[in-house]
């Protein structure tokens, strides 16, 4: 019996990097699934896989910024497995940018993956859980969820307002049963830090810059693998968390301790 046997989880944004590797590890643990991503290739290619090791998973192509798909991905949850134990709000977009430098449409593209599809997710999650005695949200923050940085402006406003809604909601619905937290990501190494200009808008990175980067500021010297963070959101998700909720876990190498 895994962690998770018997639950029910929606995992967002689950086609690479920490939503891949989340699925993956609750698959292991047991769970059901609904997976969701824009790829559909790659997200047939993650159910096969979660499959493979004898779990329950159904992949739903979903663009979590409208509405009707948000919709569609918690109406599969139901039909195919009745129930909603766990959603892991995974899906986000890392944005660059000042106040001053940030377009408009920048910015409302941030807001509207990062937070507002977030809040869609648990307000049809919600009454839900409500009705089932109890149930976890898992929202995906960042360490900057906590402190700030330079030219992320956008990213982190929305990273903020990730971690106060995460508290909001766990003191809204504690006593339903729900508990509410944030898994807060450092630098993890998925396949943005391969994006061209992720680090100074002109030349790709390659491996050996992406490591040299991480070992300069970084005390563990390192990014996390992405199993790291999905292990922290296991944790959160499941039952060995009973009595966490309203929780900001920070999962960055020590980037914010100093």
């Known amino acids: 019996m895994g962690k998770l046997s018997g ?6 944004g689950a086609t690479s990097g920490i939503g891949k590797a989340s699925a993956l590890l609750f698959a292991n643990e047991g769970a ?16 096969a896989a979660c499959v493979s090791v004898g779990a329950r998973c159904v992949f739903v192509e979903a663009d979590h910024t409208r509405a009707e798909d948000c919709a569609r991905v918690v109406d599969a949850a139901l039909r ?23 377009e408009e449409s920048v910015w409302q593209e941030t807001f509207d993956l990062n937070v ?9 999650v919600l009454p839900i859980m409500k009705k089932q005695g109890g149930g976890a949200i898992v929202n995906c923050g960042s360490d900057w969820s906590v402190v700030a940085g330079k030219d992320a402006f956008p990213y982190i406003a929305s990273k903020g307002a990730v ?27 998925v396949e943005r830090w391969m994006e061209k200009g992720y680090f100074d808008n002109s030349t790709p990175v390659t491996l050996a810059e992406a490591i040299k980067e991480s070992s300069a500021y970084i005390p563990l ?38």
């Open 7 to 12: 639950k029910t989880a929606i995992i967002s």
């Open 32 to 47: 059901d699934l609904i997976i969701t991503g824009r790829r559909a290739e790659l997200g047939k290619d993650v159910q």
């Open 80 to 102: 195919e497995f009745g129930r909603v134990d766990i959603l892991y709000n995974n899906a986000g977009i890392v944005t660059r940018g000042t106040a001053e430098t940030t």
């Open 116 to 124: 507002t599809a977030l809040w869609r997710m648990c307000k049809l």
């Open 163 to 189: 971690a106060m809604m995460t508290k909001s909601m766990a003191l809204d619905f504690a006593r339903d049963g729900i508990r509410v937290n944030a898994v807060c990501p450092g630098d993890t190494f």
């Open 221 to 258: 010297g390192r990014f996390a693998e992405p199993v790291e963070i999905a292990r922290a959101v296991l944790f959160l998700a499941s039952d060995d968390s009973s009595f966490v909720t309203g929780h900001l876990l920070l999962v960055d190498g020590g980037n914010t301790a100093g």
